[in-house]
């Protein structure tokens, strides 16, 4: 029973098993972190918000707010070693505040199952792109002809329902086994291969794109082209992309044994994902300036889906390599899928009693059909646009730039004010150099540099002088 658990913080057990090793725990991690959010929405919005300076602000969030938010997900995790919900009521409890924090373990919950139900009919269009890929749609394709492609796919709501079931069928069934089987192997295989694979896609970029003014747009900064919304974007793209705010990665550490290092775990993930999604912006940018096509920078979603299937089949064995990079892709978003769905699941098995097939069957069933206001977004309700956004883009908004950050900010302020030194200590193995400096980061940099964003990117921090 829940209410057994050992008082002991390191005597505690999670009720979902533990990772064999800690390598598995930080391929598990890095399979969560690399997904969709590196190389299908990275690069389009750095192409939405003007480039250098937009990579820049990213590139300091996932360092200064990323970094220390992860470990504290882990440690928090680990401590608690239940679902996220449950984990920050005890954890509040014992630490002498509240077992109200476990609503930030909620807005977690709420949060991947948004996320998923979008995320899932983008990684439903890989799919169809690796069918396309394979009969050879692509093949000497002009920009015009991959372009009408895309726009008549996401136009057929019964196609993109079809592959969103399917890939929520895909994420379901690894779910519903557990959480260490299968999806170890999958990751120990995939992020290498899609390593690989953007190396060799890179080649193709330096030597037949336009490398130096794509290099120039993703590393030059234009300071007056970034306004406060972007910088807002900014941090949200490193939030999502490193799987953090929303409590997955406090799941993934209740399975972590004792004596892995939390730091040691974080950089490797942390390095692991910003690498692949800098090659990826490496590789599409070069290419979006070999195109010649106005504007596309500005494609937004459909952006990887009309540059890379459009360059590829320029190249020689372009069908190749265009179906292995969508099968990559998918396993990509398969491997994220999972931890978007874990905080839930791992909460509906504990608080409802359910088996683990049971819980995933449940919340699986509910993205599923959540999913459909996204499939809609890009056909029947296209002309629907509250707040100026189809239902689609407002889902990532919401979810990425608002309950992504706001959970990692109290995520901060739990592990760096709310715990005591000794509890906070003892997770991150002492209190030496990298402790004190993650302390002062979570406790004054994360939370005062989010709130900042937040209120200067909703007009309410009027800029001094
Ligand atoms: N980090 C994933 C990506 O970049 O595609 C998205 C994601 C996965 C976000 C899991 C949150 C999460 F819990």
Known sequence: MLGSQSADPARRKSLHGHWSSKMAFVLAVTGSAVGLGNIWRFPYVVGENGGGAFVLVYLACVLLIGMPVMMSEIL????????????????????????????????????????????????????????????????????????????????????????????????????????????????????????????????????????????????????????????????GQAFFTLSIGMGAIMAYGAYLPEETSIPGASGTVVVA????????????????????????????????????????????????????????????????????????????????????????????GLIWLLGFASVFSYNLLADFKPFGRTIFDNLGRLTNDIMLPLGGLFIAVFAGWVMCRNSSADELGGAGLIYKLWRVLVRFVVPVGILIVFLKSSGLLPDLG
């Open 273 to 364: 994902d910003t690498m692949i999604a800098m090659l990826a912006g490496l590789v599409i940018f070069p290419l979006v300036f070999a195109s010649g096509l106005e504007g596309i920078l500005e494609a937004g979603p459909g952006l990887v889906f009309k540059i890379l299937p459009w360059a590829l089949g320029q190249m020689p064995g372009g069908a190749f390599f265009s179906t292995i990079f969508f099968i990559l892709l998918s396993f990509a978003a398969w491997t994220s899928a999972i931890g978007l769905m874990e905080p839930a699941v791992a909460w509906v098995v504990e608080h409802f009693n359910k088996t683990r097939a049971q819980a995933t069957a449940m919340i699986g």
């Open 76 to 235: 928090i995790g680990r401590r608690g070693r239940r679902n996220p919900v449950a984990s920050m009521a005890l954890l509040g409890e014992e630490e002498g505040s509240t077992r109200h924090w476990k609503w930030i373990g909620v807005l977690g919950v709420v949060a991947g199952i948004l996320i998923l139900s979008y995320y899932s009919v983008v990684a439903g269009w890989t799919l169809a792109y690796v069918v396309k890929s394979v009969s050879g749609a692509f093949t000497a394709a002009s920009t015009d002809m991959v372009t009408a492609q895309y726009d008549s796919f996401v136009g057929d709501w019964r196609l993109l329902a079809l592959c969103h079931t399917l890939f929520m069928g895909l994420a379901v069934f690894v779910v519903g086994r557990g959480v260490e089987r299968g999806l170890e192997q999958a990751v120990r295989f995939m992020v290498p291969a899609l390593l690989l694979l953007l190396l060799v896609l890179l080649g193709y970029s330096v030597t037949s794109g336009s490398f130096g003014e794509g290099l120039t747009f993703m590393f030059s900064p234009v300071w007056e082209d970034l306004t406060w919304d972007g910088v807002l974007a900014a941090m």
